[in-house]
């Protein structure tokens, strides 16, 4: 006798949850974006840069290089020759390095935009003709000293996320939830949809029809170029949660 064994898969037609910084998706348009740090001691934090640049490289290699299905990479960049203090806001800060494709780390605890119980800031400028650059600021205090590791790293990756164009997700266990999740150690599947949404790996590109796809958004005629500039930034709330989880 023979037995036919049927397997049905249901495949669920469930919702993202990740978001977008905008309704219209601006990205990098290169397939290798570089990470660098300001040459601020973080001295709140205890870290100079190399050890902070260390943290972001193992930040990012943990969570957003680790996606199969995504078609880009973050790189170890360096110690840049720029500061975050005296700007007291991310956008500030980003203005002032006119590097694209990159994104800057700093340190801060004079960031006025960041609010209470905020401890990172990150998001990203476009420019229809030069293009887009990201960045974000750490808070340079003992809170955010006293985190561990683990924390430090759920936290740089979280403002990671923002720095390559995502917004907020109304998942409660992904990375990018307005909340970090202190014990987060990889992204979760809804992170993973975003940055693949973002950066399919599938995509057929061809270096400028990227540039071609995005630039739709912008305003644009001719031989007149108009400058379209945006700029976004994200704070993350976590202090009084890790503070709390960090003790158990
Ligand atoms: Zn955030």
Redesign the pocket.
């Known amino acids: 006798m023979k037995y036919i064994l049927a397997i049905f898969l249901f495949v669920s037609q469930s919702g993202y949850a990740f978001t977008l910084s905008t309704a219209t998706a601006y990205k990098y348009s290169t397939k290798e974006v570089k990470l660098s740090v300001a040459n601020d001691t973080c001295s709140g934090l205890g870290l100079d840069p190399s050890a902070l640049l260390d943290l972001v490289e193992e930040a990012m290699d943990d969570f957003w290089n680790s996606v199969p299905t995504a078609d880009i990479k973050f790189v170890r960049g360096g110690v840049g020759t720029f500061s975050a203090n005296g700007h007291i806001s991310v956008g500030s800060f980003m203005t002032s390095n006119g590097v694209v494709n990159e994104i800057i780390i700093g340190c801060n605890n004079d960031v006025t935009d960041f609010g209470s119980g905020t401890i990172g800031k990150g998001g990203f400028q476009y420019n229809s003709a030069t293009g887009m650059k990201g960045g974000f600021i750490i808070y340079d205090d003992a809170s955010v000293a006293a985190l561990d590791k683990t924390q430090k790293k759920a936290l740089i990756a979280?403002e990671l996320g923002?720095a390559f164009g995502l917004g907020?997700s109304n998942f409660k266990p992904a990375l990018m939830y307005?909340i970090v999740n202190p014990k987060m150690t990889a992204l979760s599947r809804d992170d993973e949809d975003g940055i693949t949404y973002l950066y399919p790996k599938t995509k057929k590109v061809g270096g400028c029809g990227t540039i071609e796809d995005i630039s739709k958004a912008g305003p644009k005629n001719g031989n007149k170029e108009i400058m379209f500039l945006l700029l976004l930034v994200?704070?993350?709330l976590v202090s009084k949660q890790i503070s709390k989880n960090s003790l158990k």
């Open positions: 979280h923002h907020h307005y994200f704070g993350v």
